[in-house]
């Protein structure tokens, strides 16, 4: 017998980080390949780090394949999430902060088994 092994797709509501975005949801893909997921981190450090340009972009790109895996309408791709970096760097830098823990955070807890409420 063959199992199929669906990519598995939970909703973050925004307004968990903003009353105002309340109902907003993005997509997070719970269940990455595990090599993506060591291999997040450790592009993240990557691009923290003097030259970290080429890292960066990487990072953006997987990052991207983790909130792209819903519906087309709710997919984001690099150019997105660089818009979304520029637009709250100066007067939200929290958000972005937030947004890439978040998207961990629930990656994690499917990991861990761990149900949604």
Same mark, same amino acid.
């Given at each position: ?31 990455? #390949?595990?090599?993506? !997921? ?11 780090? %003097?030259?970290? =340009?080429? +890292? ?15 519906? #087309?309408?709710?997919? !984001? ?11 709250? %760097?100066?007067? =939200?830098? +929290? ?23």
């Amino acid at each position: 017998m063959k199992l199929n092994f669906p990519k598995i797709v939970r909703p973050v509501d925004l307004g968990e980080y903003a009353e105002t975005w309340g109902g907003q949801s993005v997509f997070v893909w719970v269940n990455p #390949p595990s090599k993506d !997921f060591v291999d997040i981190g450790d592009l993240y450090k990557q691009s923290q780090e %003097k030259d970290g =340009d080429k +890292a960066g972009e990487k990072y953006l790109a997987l990052f991207s394949s983790f909130l792209s895996q819903g519906e #087309p309408d709710t997919h !984001f791709n690099v150019e997105d999430l660089e818009n979304i970096e520029k637009a709250t %760097k100066e007067t =939200d830098p +929290a958000f972005w902060m937030w947004l890439q823990t978040r998207v961990i955070v629930e990656i994690n807890e499917h990991r861990l088994g761990r149900k949604k409420a």
